[in-house]
């Protein structure tokens, strides 16, 4: 990557999740590798622990225009289109990964991306259920793929969901799972030690007690029968 490459990240995200934790991941781990990383969200008080820790990271963060309208309003879309327009003008990023929480979210900003044919990758962290999309989302949905877009979700799963809702042949997205963007810092014996007696202390368990944890609910759509 040249050393004046610009990144721009795109979330409608209202409330923090596993979606912006990925957002939050990924553009720490851009920073090396790209001159300039921009994340652009909602201005809503449940993202503003997402825009601190961004910005603490050395992130540029920015405000887009992202609303969820249901049933599809033209008008939000047309709006909101214009404000993500506005800022890949402004910004003229050379990459852009627009991260989506779920279906029904993110028609202003693909729209947005391919009208400016901005080179793109359209990254679904979740699509956990079906939703339905009218005849006007799933044709510019169609024509922005066939743009300068790459479209990725995180399992087998949620690409089946996505391309069932969209009419389209399960080979047209990609599956990309979610794994460690970077290595986490070797533990101590002191330090596992320290940790177990904090949780043990937290969760009320006894020392002799076996725990076993999980990062994330078991649900079909994780994918878990890919799951080593």
């Avoid at 794994?179 to 177990?196: K, S, V």
Wanted: charged share 25%; net charge negative.
């Amino acid at each position: 990557m040249t050393s004046s490459a610009r990144l721009g990240i795109f979330t409608p995200a209202t409330a923090r999740g596993g979606s912006e934790e990925y957002v939050i991941a990924a553009a720490r781990r851009a920073r090396g590798i790209y001159a300039h990383v921009s994340v652009y969200l909602p201005d809503v008080s449940d993202v503003q622990s997402v825009r601190e820790e961004l910005e603490a990271e050395g992130v540029s963060v920015g405000t887009i225009d992202a609303p969820y309208a249901e049933p599809f309003s033209e008008a939000e879309h047309l709006a909101a289109f214009h404000d993500a327009w506005q800022v890949l003008e402004r910004e003229r990023f050379d990459h852009l990964l627009i991260v989506l929480p779920g279906i029904e979210f993110g028609g202003p900003l693909i729209d947005a991306a391919v009208s400016f044919d901005q080179p793109t990758v359209v990254l679904y962290q979740l699509a956990g259920y079906d939703h339905y999309l009218s005849t006007v989302e799933r044709q510019f949905y169609t024509w922005a793929r066939r743009g300068r877009q790459r479209w990725l979700t995180v399992s087998t799963d949620n690409r089946d969901r996505l391309c069932r809702n969209l009419g389209w042949d399960t080979s047209a997205i990609e599956v990309f799972p979610n794994g460690l963007l970077r290595e986490p810092e070797p533990l101590t014996p002191d330090d596992t030690r320290r940790y177990r007696e904090v949780l043990r202390s937290k969760l009320g368990v006894a020392p002799d007690a076996q725990i076993c944890l999980t990062v994330a609910r078991l649900d079909p759509q994780k994918d878990r029968k890919s799951t080593r």
